[in-house]
Nanobody
Framework: QVQLVESGGGSVQTGASLRLSCAAS????????LGWFRQAPGKEREFVAA????????FYAESVKGRFTISRDNAKNTVFLRMNSLESDDTAVYYC????????????????WGQGTQVTVSS
């Protein structure tokens, strides 16, 4: 019933920018907080960014603070992740997720997940 579909990934050079999108369906979008997580080959899934249900609270991993921006458009049922100054360490599969709980940096707090979109950053 609930679906989250990511898009916007690709292969870029160091220093480039990308904007990821995640379109949600099957849930009351404005009642959910949204998060972005990523998983690199051989690594554990890690928190990247989150935005609360009202859109007035945002949270970022230290490694992306100042480079990435999360936002949401409730009219489009979509959450975005703008990524600037991309680095090789940003290479990963990026997932969006939805929750109506607190603790937005914790993956286990999220009930719904997308299929992921690949981001590859080359030097």
């Amino acid at each position: 019933q609930v679906q989250l579909v990511e898009s916007g990934g690709g292969s870029v050079q160091t220093g480039a920018s990308l904007r990821l999108s995640c379109a949600a369906s099957g849930l009351t979008f404005n009642m959910y907080s949204l998060g972005w997580f990523r998983q690199a080959p051989g690594k554990e899934r890690e928190f990247v960014a989150a935005i609360n249900w009202s859109g007035d609270g945002t949270f970022y991993a230290e490694s992306v603070k100042g480079r990435f921006t999360i936002s949401r458009d409730n009219a489009k049922n979509t959450v975005f992740l703008r990524m600037n100054s991309l680095e090789s360490d940003d290479t990963a599969v990026y997932y969006c997720a939805a929750t109506n709980r607190f603790g937005l940096r914790i993956g286990s707090q999220y009930d719904y997940w997308g299929q992921g979109t690949q981001v590859t950053v080359s030097s």
